[in-house]
C-alpha cells in the first residue's frame, strides 16, 4: 500500500519526539535525564518513564492540546483519497505509546497500518515511541450513507477489490463543520479516567446522522456504560 506526499507530509508534521522536546523543555523533569533522552531522540524511553511523564503537572494537557489541533485540521481540511475514492474524515481517535494496548510499530508517517480493530494512519513511529489515527468513521463524498466504525472502513477498502492500494490526502475545506471532541470508544481505569479523556473527535454532519444510525449508536453508547 502506497502513501502519497500530502499524507506523509502531513503526518510528519506531528512529530512525537519533538513535542516532547518542546514540553521538556519548559518543566521541572530531571534535566539530566531528559538530556539522555533527548540525545538518543527518546529511543529510549520505557514504560516507567512514561508514568513519570503524565505525572508531570501540564503533561496531559500538553498531549492533548497539540492532538486535539491536530485532529481538528484533519478533520476540517482534509479529506482521504483511496485509490481515486474521495472520504470525509467522519470519526477519528488518537493513539500513541502513552495509552496501553496501543498497537507498537515501527514505520514512517503517513503508513497505513491494518490491524484487527480497523486500521491506522501512522505518525513516525519507534519501538518506544509510536502511535497514529484510527479511522473510525468516514463518508464517501459521492455517497449520502456513511461508513460506521473501524472495522467496517478497513473492510469497506479491503473488499474494494483494488490490487494496488494507495492513500492520500487532499485538500479541502470543511471548517463549517464544526469537530467536537469527547472520550475515546475504549476501556478505562475508572470513571474520572474516562471523564478526562477527550480524543476523540467527531463532525457536527456525524452526530446528526448518528441519530439515525441506531446500531452503531447503541455500541457507542454501551462501551461507555462498560468504562
Do not use: W
Amino acid at each position: 500500500m502506497l502513501a502519497g506526499e500530502l499524507l506523509k507530509s502531513h503526518f510528519a508534521k506531528f512529530d512525537l519526539a519533538a513535542m516532547l522536546s518542546e514540553f521538556l523543555k519548559q518543566s521541572c523533569f530531571d534535566k539530566e535525564k531528559f538530556q539522555a533522552l533527548r540525545l538518543d531522540s527518546f529511543k529510549s524511553l520505557d514504560k516507567s518513564q512514561r508514568v513519570e511523564l503524565f505525572k508531570i503537572a501540564g503533561f496531559k494537557a500538553h498531549l492533548d492540546a497539540k492532538f486535539q489541533g491536530f485532529l481538528r485540521e484533519l478533520m476540517q481540511s482534509k479529506i482521504l483519497v483511496v485509490s481515486g475514492v474521495e472520504y470525509k474524515f467522519s470519526e477519528l481517535e488518537i493513539y500513541t505509546c502513552f495509552d496501553a494496548n496501543t498497537y507498537k510499530r515501527s514505520c514512517e508517517a503517513g503508513e497505513i497500518y491494518f490491524h484487527n480493530f480497523g486500521f491506522d494512519i501512522s505518525f513516525k513511529s519507534e519501538p518506544a515511541l509510536y502511535g497514529g489515527i484510527l479511522v473510525r468513521s468516514l463518508k464517501p463524498l459521492n455517497e449520502r450513507n456513511f461508513i460506521f466504525g473501524p472495522r467496517k472502513c478497513a473492510l469497506h477498502i479491503l473488499n474494494s477489490k483494488i490490487s494496488n492500494l494507495n492513500f492520500d490526502l487532499k485538500e479541502t475545506d470543511f471548517r463549517d463543520d464544526e469537530v467536537a471532541f469527547t472520550p475515546r470508544i475504549r476501556s478505562f481505569k475508572d470513571e474520572s479516567e474516562l471523564q478526562n479523556d477527550a480524543l476523540r473527535a467527531v463532525g457536527g454532519e456525524f452526530i446528526e446522522a448518528l441519530e439515525s444510525a441506531k446500531e452503531y449508536k447503541k455500541r457507542v453508547e454501551n462501551a461507555y456504560k462498560k468504562g
